[in-house]
């Protein structure tokens, strides 16, 4: 083999060594982009709603404070 063959075949070698390695790259970077979806989405699911809890004794809330309930009357 004369030199320049030599120096050829060498350059594709290592072209396709870089590709090999761009396409695994690739698919390892789009694998832990879906799993931590995955993670995330299993997060949302498992929230859970927490329910309002009365300002007031009588279960009102807040806002609802200008109305005054059939049961009580204003002095």
């Known amino acids: ?5 030599m120096a050829r075949m060498l350059i594709n070698e290592r072209q396709r060594d870089l590709l090999r390695q761009a396409e695994t ?3 390892r970077r789009f694998a832990r982009k879906q799993r931590k ?6 997060h949302a699911v498992a929230v859970v709603p927490v329910p309002r ?4 004794v009588d279960g009102t809330f807040r806002e609802d ?3 005054v309930p059939a049961a009580r009357t204003a002095a």
């Open 37 to 42: 979806a995955q993670e995330a989405r299993a």
């Open 65 to 67: 404070a200008e109305t």
């Open 1 to 5: 083999m004369t030199h320049p063959e």
């Open 53 to 56: 809890i009365p300002d007031f």
């Open 25 to 27: 790259s690739r698919v």
